[in-house]
């Protein structure tokens, strides 16, 4: 790191605090400046108001003291949506374009050829699992096609999962810890 960069970065980080719109710093307790009641007092009212005690708080004839219920209501702003910046590698962003609008806007900036190429495949993923399922009813099944994919899907997530057991289990089971290779499992 330069020194240029040390003292831009302290300089930053040493910078005074922003004053926010809850911070007591910000409140003006000068005289004849209003002010919200305090807990105390705020109970002292709400008792009175309730009938549990008879004396009317002295701070409800002041103007400059308001209660919890009529202070002035914030208005939140709206925080605006930034695109995600490309990540930078040594100060210099190895995406090209058309990876930074991809990530912004998935499919929407692909173009014409890989979009062909992404139909053209799933026709054929289709046109696939029709044939299995066609052969799936020549052999007596008796699922509809619905029914017929969720349970090739089951199958799937099966296997992967199963896969994932072994895998662990080669890495962090006995098996490891006693020196069995991976493949006797």
Known sequence: MKINEYNQMMKYLTRPGKVL???????????????????EERIARVQYELGDKKERPKHLDNKDIYSFEDRPKKVAKKIPVLPPKPDMVNGHSDWNTEDWLESIDPGGWMHDDKKKAGLL????????????????????????????MQLQMNKKVSK?????????QRTEGIAAILGVPGNKI
Do not use: M, P, T
Not at 133 to 142: E, K
């Open 21 to 39: 719109g809850n911070n007591i710093n910000r409140k003006n307790f000068s005289k004849g400046s209003k002010r919200e009641e305090n807990i």
């Open 121 to 148: 495949e799933f026709e054929l993923a289709d046109e696939y699992w029709q044939e299995q399922f066609q052969n799936y009813q020549n052999n007596g099944g008796q699922l509809n096609y619905q029914q017929f």
């Open 160 to 168: 992967e999962i199963n896969k994932r057991v072994k895998d662990k």
